[in-house]
């Protein structure tokens, strides 16, 4: 089931009222019930390795920004 959340997934962009389609293979599905899960699997160990290297991050919903 894990496995299907990554398979033939597309990114769509519409903007000035033309559309754009491209296949991803990254990130997770937007309301999907496991993105918590696999957000907080996946950012755990960005987050340490960052702070092991000592780069100081914030981060908010999906977002992270490096404090520089």
Sequence with gaps: MVASYYQDRIVVVNYARASNEKKTT?????R???????????LDLLLRTMNNMGVCCDVF???VVLDI
Excluded at 26 to 30: D, E, P, S, V, Y
């Design 61 to 63: 919903a999906d977002d």
């Design 26 to 30: 990254k990130g997770c599905a937007q």
């Design 32 to 42: 999907s019930i496991g993105r918590p899960t696999f957000w907080n699997l996946v």
